[in-house]
Structure formats: C-alpha cells, structure tokens
Nanobody, 129 residues
Framework: QVQLVESGGGLVQPGGSLRLSCDAS????????IGWFRQAPGKEREAISA?????????YYTPSLKHRFAMSRDIVKTAAYLDIINLRPDDSATYYC?????????????????????WGQGTQVNVSS
C-alpha cells in the first residue's frame, strides 16, 4: 500500500526558509514520479515540481517557482524534499506530495493533480510576521 507522509511545515516569518519532507513507504519508488503541490484556501491545487525517481532523478518545476523552490531526494531513505527560500505570505498553503507510476518527459508540461493517484495528507505552511 502506497503511503506518503509530509512533514516540516509550520509558521515562518517572511524571508525565511523551510524544508518539507515526503516520506514514502509501502512501495518501491522505481518507476514512479514524485510530485510536490500546494493548495491555498479558496484556490486550486498548484503543481510545484516533479521528479522521475528512476535514472538520474531529473526534476521539473513550474517556471514561476523554480527560483525559490528546490526539490531533492534521498534514495536510501525513499524520501523527497522541498526546500523553499525567501518565503512570502502568498506561499501560505497546504503542501502535498504525490506519487504515480510513470515518467515525466523532458519538454512536457508538469503533470497536474489529475495525474497522481497517491497523495499524502499534507503539511501546513503559514508565512506571517
């Protein structure tokens, strides 16, 4: 059974940084795409990044977010991370990781939430002074 557990959210001052974690268990990640999303109240879920776990772990980003968001992974721990710097109040949202069998192709659009069948429960990030 696929299980994804996010952690690392909290209250952060503007300009601060956070590392969110996504711990995956119950399935081998080979052949999976791991994605990060966020959803603010009253807004649609927004794709942030996606990683092909196989091969070289190429990471894809929504262009408007790539300068402050960095996704990474730990193969041994089967965990994915999302580092966010220079946090702003409009970054406040629930952040989710998701997993789906497949591959993101270079040059294709970042998969939306419709692509993923497996989701974590989310971790809340609040950016406020």
């Amino acid at each position: 059974q696929v299980q994804l557990v996010e952690s690392g959210g909290g209250l952060v001052q503007p300009g601060g940084s956070l590392r969110l974690s996504c711990d995956a268990s119950g399935f081998p990640l080979d052949g999976y795409v791991i994605g990060w999303f966020r959803q603010a109240p009253g807004k649609e879920r927004e794709a942030i990044s996606a990683l092909n776990w196989n091969n070289d772990g190429t990471i894809y980003y929504t262009p408007s977010l790539k300068h402050r968001f960095a996704m990474s992974r730990d193969i041994v721990k089967t965990a994915a991370y999302l580092d966010i710097i220079n946090l702003r109040p409009d970054d406040s949202a629930t952040y989710y990781c998701a997993a789906q069998l497949g591959t993101v192709q270079t040059g294709s659009l970042l998969p939306g939430d419709w692509y993923y069948d497996n989701w974590g429960q989310g971790t809340q990030v609040n950016v406020s002074s």
